[in-house]
């Protein structure tokens, strides 16, 4: 239980690194203009290629983390 917990919080933290590292992540931002009595106001969304990637990346990383301490434990015969 510890090794899947363990590579589930260190696979998200360097995943999270790397995706925001490697990715090089730009908000979508657009203003919309004279609507509703409002004469502009800026809209922020976020980007759904990006959310999906970097998920990939955390859950990779945590899967490789987990045969890596499974390897690891293995090797040096930890229990």
Do not use: H
């Not at 360097?14 to 979508?28: A, H, N, P, Q, R």
């Not at 004469?39 to 998920?55: I, K, L, P, Q, T």
């Not at 859950?59 to 890596?68: D, N």
């Amino acid at each position: 239980m510890k090794k899947i917990s363990f590579s589930l919080i260190s696979g998200a933290i360097i995943g999270l690194i790397i995706s925001f590292l490697l990715m090089d992540y730009k908000g979508i931002r657009y203003e919309v203009l004279d609507q509703a009595g409002i004469e502009s106001r800026w809209v922020r969304e976020m980007d759904f290629d990006f959310v999906f990637n970097a998920s990939l990346l955390v859950i990779g990383s945590s899967i490789v983390l987990f045969f890596v301490f499974t390897f690891i434990e293995k090797k040096f015969d930890m229990k």
